[in-house]
């Protein structure tokens, strides 16, 4: 079974300019993802989706970030314009359940991550 | 403040040994515990989950142990390889939400 793979692995791009970050889930995951690791720092919450909708976006940092999973299978991330303290590794992950009901024990299945340099 | 703090931050250990690796958590109400490995340049991959009544918890090397009393954990790995260089995260999840609260994670080195 394939796991979850994100596209780009890297990506260098100039302040002001744009980026769409992709993440492709594990088939049948309903629950998708996105996380932020800033350098020096611990990997943070950005948004979810089940299926194709947002259930809690209030990690995103501001509203250069959009996130979308139309039909609910892959989901993009993009940043624009990019600003220079957006540059970090963004993950992306999968799960069966949310684990809303509490105490249940859901699995979230991490991609490689995309590395986002800002310059 | 950060809801999860680990230590060490990073250590360097021979092969064959063991180490013992601290996570300190504030996350309340609490709902599970998951200790986490990322190799360098993957993602996560889960090693073990505890939920409140779990003391201990073994996945081959990987001993986890909860004292959700005092909301601290510990991963062990015993009789440590090459193959354990890696990053180590705690991540905690409280009870009724699906925000997972993440450690900056113990950087560990084994040399042979």
């Known amino acids: 079974e394939a796991g979850v793979t994100q596209f780009p692995s890297h990506s260098v791009i100039e302040k002001g300019q744009t980026v769409t970050l992709r993440c492709d889930p594990i088939?049948?995951?309903?629950?998708l993802y996105w996380y932020r690791r800033v350098m020096g720092k611990e990997i943070k919450f950005l948004l979810h989706?089940?299926?194709?909708?947002?259930?809690?976006e209030s990690g995103m940092p501001n509203n250069r970030f959009l996130a979308e999973r139309t039909g609910g299978t892959y989901s993009t991330l993009k940043v624009q314009p990019a600003e220079l303290e957006d540059s970090g590794v963004y993950f992306c992950?999968?799960?069966?359940?949310?684990?809303?009901?509490?105490?249940?024990?859901?699995?979230?299945?991490f991609g490689p991550g995309t590395r986002l340099l800002v310059l | 403040k950060n809801q999860v703090e680990q230590s060490p931050q990073s250590l360097i250990i021979l092969e064959g040994k063991n180490c013992t690796l601290q996570?300190?958590?504030?996350?309340?109400?609490?709902?599970?515990l998951r200790w986490y490995k990322q190799d360098t340049g993957r993602g996560p991959v889960s090693l073990t989950i505890?939920?409140?009544?779990?003391n201990t918890k073994s996945n081959g090397r990987y001993t986890a142990t909860l004292d959700a009393d005092t909301k601290q954990s510990s991963l062990h790995i015993t009789a440590s390889q090459l193959s354990d260089s890696a990053s180590y995260i705690c991540?905690?999840?409280?009870?009724?939400?699906?925000?997972?609260?993440f450690g900056k994670g113990n950087q560990v080195v084994v040399i042979p």
């Open positions: 992950a999968s799960s069966q359940d949310s684990g809303l009901a509490g105490g249940v024990q859901e699995t979230q299945y």
């Open positions: 088939s049948g995951h309903d629950n």
């Open positions: 989706f089940v299926k194709e909708s947002k259930q809690d």
């Open positions: 996570c300190n958590y504030t996350v309340s109400p609490f709902s599970n």
């Open positions: 505890m939920t409140f009544s779990e």
């Open positions: 991540v905690v999840r409280g009870y009724g939400n699906n925000r997972l609260a």
